[in-house]
């Protein structure tokens, strides 16, 4: 449904953006947005970032907490409520680390990063730690090299095809693909010794771009530093899932921690894996599993390569600076609008995370401003710095876990932020605020191109169709190219809404520019640095303003809206399209098993195989069965039914409701995403209970949609499928009723 591309504040106004009716924005909201505009400084956030980013900030570190204290400051400076909470969480810092090739001849690997000249705090590593993952397990292991490709599943599945088993053996996985700690996870349960996780530079070294300093892009001795923890089971402290990890928190034991891996596991540069790969026997690796290292790549698995990997950490606890403040809100003061940016690093992290927080220090300082100038917000905002985010989402996890009651009374949505860069808007979460993120994105201008991010969105969607340049679902390029608005993504974890969205069900937005950047390539490096962000990631961090500008009229137009501002259609539509994936995913997996069955019946993988290069035939899988789908899509058909009708009448009602009407009403809405939780939560992983987005198993970052019922599929779990095809039917009922409330409140029944 197209509008002017506005949402307005007030409940008349909003039922005609509802409807779809052209509208002027009022007065009072554009003064107090222009108003806000002016306090927005990207000469504030150079400064900003440059102090914060000028020393070592890992977990633990004095300038973390230093930067904890200045941000403080500047909260109370700027007139807000600001405190800050500590949690005592579990953070192993490495004592010592071993890498080193034993065979065919000796080589010693790893240590810190090289210094590269122009980039002043790269030789500032004096307080740096050095390249490794939290949350492996210490050990000290020798043994044959196997290369694992990305190491995900399927590629274990060639392994075994070419009689090659990384049991008791180390494997070598490069970045990218899946989640980082899927890798060592995967090598544990497939019996490995040990890990070694390497950036190639097919995915972000010079096969990308100019190698820094020249470009941006990894250079050779560049090291991807991060979290290895299992955070598809749960993120947060590992010795407290789901409670917070206050100094007198009840703790697991570190082997009762299942979060935790039992192998050594350490990161490496290009420049160092190549000694490796390039002396790897064995078979040829397969197309897809060739890099752009300038080696054949073998995968080994016959005593060509020996390593010796070893890891002692400092397994103590360590205090987390979360830096909380608010402005009370004069009308709602119990509703809290909640937005967040971490800022912890792996070491000097200007792009992420410190480019999200000095944006969101900018809105602070304006929003306080406006409090100063006699404006107050309906509903009280919260802002929040975590910290601890890197390790597992720790800061964050434990502030949603310790006031979980409170926030799911109180919490109308979260906001995130993370590392931010140049380009095209990207946006992430709960689709009831879909349209919201499209008006804010229409009433804020690009600071390269001078049009709308909206409407920049739209031509890159449009371009990247037509050129065959990424992938553009037929959903988006048909907003696209009628106008429309664009669809914003679901979200899975990586970053700080995690606990609010999937665990305590409050909706949540995750938003930033984008793809023009060339970030990833220092990612969680010392190359992270203020120099790269300055000169490569967004040059007078123009971008930072916009994404001020933008987060900070999200954040302003639901704190004053009468009702917070959704659309339920949009979200009712999305789930309807999730459904359909997920049948034409068991229909297919249905055709694939019967083919794989004919292959195997008719010996075919062996007669394709060459004889000289034997490749055996997959593994038979269980034949995918039929599913009953029928409460199901009687369930999404009644969200549709209930979603329409509500918008509708919103839009036929909603100028002419009284207050208490508009109070019932928002009372009835605020928490009605937490009717998309299930307790029980999803299968083997109960902190995780949202049944719509969840992050994959598989996947750790990526999203899974309906988890409960797609995964089973993908893992054939059959009779898991059928189950959470039940509960997840459930959910979308009651929460079809709630909006049936609703309804009824808007026609004064």
């Not at 000249?117 to 090299?145: E, I, K, M, R």
């Not at 397994?315 to 509703?335: E, M, N, S």
């Not at 909206?454 to 992938?471: I, P």
């Not at 914003?488 to 974890?493: A, E, F, K, T």
Request: net charge negative; aromatic share 8%.
């Amino acid at each position: 449904m197209r509008t002017a591309g506005r949402i307005l504040a007030g409940a008349a106004l909003a039922a005609m953006a509802a409807a779809g009716v052209a509208q002027t924005a009022p007065a009072d909201r554009t003064a107090i947005e222009a108003r806000f505009d002016q306090h927005i400084s990207s000469a504030d956030q150079l400064a900003w970032l440059k102090d914060m980013s000028s020393e070592p900030n890992h977990v633990g570190s004095p300038h973390d907490k230093a930067n904890a204290e200045s941000i403080l400051a500047k909260f109370k400076r700027w007139g807000w409520d600001a405190h800050i909470e500590t949690f005592y969480v579990l953070y192993p810092t490495p004592i010592s680390t071993t890498v080193e090739m034993v065979a065919p001849q000796k080589i010693v690997l790893g240590g810190q990063e090289p210094p590269i000249a122009g980039d002043d705090t790269s030789a500032n590593t004096a307080h740096a730690l050095p390249p490794y993952v939290t949350f492996q397990g210490d050990g000290d292991v020798t043994g044959d090299l196997v290369y694992v490709n990305y190491g995900m599943p399927e590629d274990y599945k060639d392994l075994a095809r070419r009689g090659i088993d990384v049991k008791g053996k180390i494997v070598i996985a490069r970045y990218g693909t899946g989640w980082r700690g899927l890798k060592p996870k995967l090598a544990q349960d497939h019996g490995a010794i040990g890990c070694i996780i390497y950036s190639d530079p097919a995915d972000d070294g010079y096969a990308k771009n100019d190698a820094y300093p020249v470009g941006g892009a990894r250079p050779a001795g560049s090291v991807q530093r991060g979290s290895v923890a299992d955070m598809p089971l749960y993120p947060g402290d590992p010795l407290t899932p789901g409670i917070g990890a206050t100094l007198n928190a009840k703790r697991l034991k570190r082997e009762d921690a299942k979060a935790i891996l039992k192998i050594p596991v350490l990161p490496m540069s290009y420049g160092d894996a190549v000694k490796l790969i390039g002396r790897l026997g064995g078979p040829v690796a397969p197309a897809p599993w060739r890099g752009a290292l300038p080696v054949t790549y073998h995968m080994g698995g016959n005593g060509g390569v020996s390593v010796h990997l070893a890891v002692k950490s400092d397994w103590k606890l360590t205090p987390v600076y979360d830096v909380i403040a608010k402005l009370k809100g004069a009308r709602y003061p119990d509703q809290w609008v909640i937005r967040g940016n971490h800022h912890d690093a792996w070491v000097f992290g200007a792009a992420d995370p410190l480019s999200g927080n000095v944006a969101m220090l900018s809105e602070a300082k304006a929003l306080g401003e406006l409090y100063r100038s006699g404006w107050r917000p309906a509903r009280t905002i919260v802002y929040a710095s975590w910290d601890a985010e890197e390790p597992m989402l720790l800061g964050s996890t434990e502030w949603a876990e310790q006031y979980a009651d409170e926030l799911k009374k109180k919490g109308v949505i979260y906001i995130n932020t993370d590392g931010n860069g140049r380009g095209v808007l990207g946006a992430e979460g709960s689709h009831s605020f879909q349209h919201l993120v499209n008006a804010v994105a229409a009433d804020v201008t690009d600071p390269e191109t001078g049009a709308t991010v909206a409407a920049r969105r739209r031509a890159e969607a449009r371009v990247a169709a037509f050129d065959r340049t990424g992938h553009v679902s037929d959903a988006a390029l048909a907003a696209a190219e009628k106008g429309g608005d664009m669809p914003i993504g679901p979200l899975g974890s990586g970053s700080d809404y995690s606990a609010y969205i999937q665990h305590l069900g409050l909706p949540a937005l995750n938003i930033g520019f984008g793809g023009e950047d060339e970030s990833g390539g220092v990612y969680h490096s010392i190359y992270d640095s203020f120099h790269h962000m300055t000169t490569f990631d967004d040059p007078g961090l123009k971008y930072g303003a916009a994404l001020s500008k933008l987060v900070g009229r999200l954040v302003l137009r639901i704190a004053d809206a009468d009702v917070p501002v959704q659309r339920y259609g949009d979200f009712a539509d999305t789930v309807g399209v999730y459904l359909g994936e997920v049948k034409k995913l068991a229909a297919d997996r249905r055709a694939e098993d019967v083919k794989r069955e004919k292959l195997l019946h008719d010996g075919a993988f062996a007669l394709a195989s060459d004889p000289l290069k034997p490749v055996g035939a997959v593994a038979p899988e269980p034949m995918t069965p039929q599913f009953d789908f029928t409460a199901l899509e009687g369930a999404v058909a009644a969200l549709k039914q209930s979603a329409t009708s509500f918008d509708a009448a919103l839009a036929a009602r909603g100028a002419g409701l009284t207050q208490s009407q508009r109070d019932r009403l928002t009372a009835q809405l605020r928490d009605v995403d937490q009717l998309l939780l299930d307790e029980r939560g999803l299968p083997g992983r109960p902190w995780y209970k949202h049944l719509i987005y969840a992050p994959g198993r598989f996947t750790g970052y990526g999203a899974k949609t309906l988890p409960g019922v797609r995964e089973a599929i993908e893992e054939r779990r059959f009779d898991d499928a059928n189950e959470y095809a039940a509960r997840t039917a459930k959910v979308l009922r009651d929460y079809a009723a709630r909006l049936d409330q609703a309804r009824a409140t808007l026609e004064g029944k």
